[in-house]
């Protein structure tokens, strides 16, 4: 499926890449096409360093999905970690009983083993991944969108917030186990130690359809019916290095990719300076060996797309960018 394609019919796009290449001005233009086409679209920023709002020109506040003023269908969202993590806390104060006293329970106790394994696995990125368990929520339930775009932070970020639901789901998964194995005395501890509002929240349900939304979410992730990752990328050799090593890793996810595209790239125009044929011969090169990688060997879409003499944001160059997209 070619990019035109799948913003046509699929739900979910992702696009990544390396730092600065170009993915949240390609998110931003796929959007306002889409959006354009008639699908109702919201684009979702994963990327802490947001630059989402700044791109289409609207200002956005983080948590706060904010339609596009110039379009209809169109809306756009900066996660807010942080609001998502008072959100969660409670299970995580769940967790955070393992380094209490508690009285009659021995050290030797397996519960208190698994309390303190769960306390362990608390990645330090533990704010996005409640704030992806609130995106994977949302997109499980009953929602208006056609079609779900993320723009996301660099590739090791990326990577990292991708591995996130199975991270969670076993942490979830835990926090299952211990509460059916305490059962009882855990409703008695937790009053102690919990307010009535929290007390209901963490109730064996909440946690039991979050872990279904995560599973299902990690399925539609995979399912090339439903989402597709694109990756951005320069033609440069550390860019060639580096997208081979993310295809990697999204195969080892079983994400499906179908399109890359090569942005920025030096045209062949008679007054090109010194300095830019240079460049230009530089990106011919390696636009060689990543047509023979990625078009040939793996079979992938590629789309190429000019260097703008300008910054490219806001809607008209936006929309000039997306017609490079597409054809
Ligand atoms: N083809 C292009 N021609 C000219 N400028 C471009 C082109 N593509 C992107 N830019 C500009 O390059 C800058 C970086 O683009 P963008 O923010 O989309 O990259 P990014 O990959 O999202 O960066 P980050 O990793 O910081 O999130 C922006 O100022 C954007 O306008
Ligand atoms: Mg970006």
Redesign the pocket.
């Known amino acids: 499926m070619n990019l035109k394609e799948m913003l046509l019919s699929l739900s979910m796009i992702m696009f990544g890449?390396?730092?600065?290449?170009?993915?949240?001005?390609?998110a931003s233009s796929s959007a306002i096409w889409a959006a354009e086409q008639g699908r109702n679209t919201l684009i979702i920023s994963t990327?802490p360093?947001h630059?989402l709002g700044d791109?289409l020109g609207v200002e956005l506040n983080p948590g706060e999905p904010t339609k596009v003023p110039y379009l209809n269908n169109l809306t756009a969202l900066e996660i807010d970690p942080k609001k998502n993590l008072d959100q969660y806390s409670h299970l995580m104060n769940l967790s955070s009983l393992s380094s209490m006293e508690i009285p009659g329970m021995g050290d030797g106790l397996p519960i208190m083993e698994e309390l303190q394994d769960l306390t362990a696995m608390n990645p330090p990125g533990i704010d996005e991944a409640f704030a992806l368990l609130k995106v994977l929520e949302f997109l499980e339930t009953k929602h208006d969108y056609d079609l779900v775009i993320f723009?996301t932070?660099?590739t090791g970020h990326t990577l990292r917030f991708l591995s996130l639901p199975e991270t969670l789901s076993s942490w979830i998964g835990k926090l299952l186990k211990i509460r059916m194995k305490l059962g009882g005395f855990f409703g008695l501890i937790k009053k102690l130690f919990t307010s009535e509002e929290k007390r209901e929240d963490t109730s064996l349900e909440v946690l039991e359809r979050l872990n279904e939304s995560i599973i299902n979410a990690r399925e539609d992730l995979k399912d090339p019916l439903k989402n597709s990752f694109v990756i951005?990328m320069i033609s440069e050799e550390m860019a060639l290095t580096e997208t081979g090593r993310l295809l990697n890793e999204l195969m080892k996810y079983s994400i499906p990719v179908s399109n890359i595209i090569v942005?920025?790239l030096y045209l062949e125009e008679e007054e090109l300076c010194d300095f830019c044929k240079a460049r230009r011969s530089m990106q011919q090169r390696n636009l060689m060996k990543i047509e023979e990688i990625f078009k040939n060997k793996l079979g992938k879409n590629l789309i190429k797309?000019?260097?703008?003499r300008?910054?490219?944001?806001e809607e008209s160059k936006l929309k000039e960018?997306s017609k490079f997209l597409i054809d």
């Open positions: 890449g390396k730092g600065g290449v170009g993915k949240t001005t390609c990327d360093a630059s791109s723009d932070a660099p951005v942005n920025q797309i000019p260097l703008f300008e910054e490219v944001r960018f």
